[in-house]
């Protein structure tokens, strides 16, 4: 039972993910949803462009949330680091100036990924909008006017890595300004607590690009159950 619990934790940081999916050719697509009567074909066409619109809608929702995260932690280093007491001593080597840094690395780096992810879902729904929309209003939303763009999605995305390693500079600013050793533990000073942030933070990145935060497609077993009721009669 323990060895269980072990590889639970294990899995929870790092975790194969052997999808459990089917391809499907133009045939089998076309015998799922373009043989199906006109209203089903056009319900599955509706439903893909709502997807979309849901998708894109949420997409800078998350945005948005990310950012206001970002801005009081860059707020809060840029406040702390330029206080007198910064630059005092300290026996914890002020440890609240590292644990922004963690905090905003976390941070950017999970919203990349949430990025990643919703640009997957995204591009899913336009692909069947693409498949679908021939049989109900033509190829309307494959024609278009602009030969070459910009990917807002890919921009935003970039900013967000781009954040990331403006956090790891301010990391290694740190590491120097504190007369810490390599990988803040050797060849010079050792913070107990810094060292446990640091670890803190590379496992949390670690679960995120490895372990739980994958998502993954397998094979879904469902067991339902009722709720029972009783009703009281006056």
């Keep these: 039972m323990n ?24 045939a089998d697509y076309e015998t799922y949803l373009l043989t199906a009567d006109a209203n089903q074909k056009k319900a599955a066409y509706e439903k893909a462009w709502e997807s979309k619109n849901f998708e894109i809608e949420n997409y800078w929702k998350r945005a948005t949330y990310f950012w206001t995260f970002l801005i009081p932690a860059f707020a809060g280093y840029f406040a702390l680091v330029n206080s007198d007491n910064y630059k005092r001593n300290d026996e914890l080597n002020h440890i609240e100036v590292f644990l922004i840094i963690c905090l905003g690395l976390v941070i950017s780096i999970a919203w990349a990924l949430v990025n990643k992810g919703s640009k997957a879902w995204q591009r899913n729904w336009e692909a069947h909008v693409d498949l679908l929309e021939d ?28 954040f990331s390693i403006v956090w790891l500079i301010l990391a290694y600013k740190y590491k120097q300004e504190q007369h810490l050793g390599l990988v803040f533990i ?6 107990l607590i810094v060292t ?26 469902f067991t339902m159950n009722k709720r029972n009721t009783t009703y009281k009669n006056p």
């Design 196 to 221: 446990l942030s640091l670890l803190a933070t590379c496992l949390t990145i670690l679960s995120m690009l490895k372990g739980y935060g994958r998502g993954h497609f397998s094979n879904r077993v």
């Design 135 to 162: 049989a109900i209003t033509g190829p309307l939303y494959k024609i278009i006017y602009p030969s070459k763009t910009y990917s807002v999605s890919k921009i935003n995305e970039l900013v967000s890595w781009f």
């Design 3 to 26: 060895w269980e619990y072990g590889r639970k934790l294990i899995r929870f940081f790092w975790k194969r993910y052997d999808g459990d999916i089917t391809p499907l050719s133009s």
């Design 186 to 191: 050797s060849d010079g000073k050792f913070s």
